[in-house]
């Protein structure tokens, strides 16, 4: 397998439901995708970096022919110490990178089915930081803005038939009332 550069996993991740689903389909082809991201593909030991590691406890951890160090597959990265599967994860990292308006934490609890809004808001936020690119350039002095708003100023009245509010008709005096 030749090494993938991290650039382009993150262009491969599926853009739509469908392509979500057939892509990670089972808890091995996170896995799989997973040791890609992290190891471009074959796993080394984080102590003496040998890539003669065997997986143990279903893949989850590899432990090192060399030195006998053990690794877990999420060890040193931002799901180190999850219980949830790496198809949750995904799920959830879909779900926040897709939404071309953004995602709420409330969203997000209730299209992952957390149990609780603390849960769905320290994910986000944690997946938000993760994407963050630390060697981006700032922005420069032309931006293209796509879709956004922009207040519009409205002009006033300059006499009949201007398009003003009410045509440029004077409305009729009311009597003064006493």
């Not at 279903?58 to 799901?79: I, K, R, V, W, Y």
């Not at 922005?139 to 409205?154: C, H, K, S």
Request: glycine share 10%.
């Amino acid at each position: 397998m030749t090494q993938a550069m991290p650039d382009d996993l993150w262009r491969d991740f599926p853009k739509t439901a469908t392509a979500f689903e057939t892509r990670f389909a089972t808890e091995e082809d996170c896995r799989a995708y997973w040791i890609a991201a992290r190891w471009g593909g074959e796993p080394s030991c984080a102590r003496c970096n040998s890539t003669r590691v065997w997986t143990i406890r279903e893949g989850t951890t590899f432990e090192c022919a060399d030195c006998g160090h053990q690794t877990s597959l999420t060890s040193g990265t931002l799901l180190e110490k999850t219980h949830k599967p790496l198809k949750v994860w995904f799920r959830a990292i879909f779900e926040i990178s897709t939404r071309r308006t953004g995602i709420s934490a409330k969203d997000l609890q209730r299209i992952m089915g957390f149990g609780s809004y603390k849960t769905a808001w320290s994910w986000l936020h944690k997946l938000r930081a993760a994407m963050v690119r630390s060697d981006s350039e700032p922005l420069g002095p032309f931006v293209q803005i796509d879709e956004g708003a922009r207040r519009r100023q409205r002009r006033p009245a300059q006499g009949a038939g201007s398009g003003g509010r009410g045509g440029g008709r004077k409305s009729a005096a009311r009597p003064h009332r006493e």
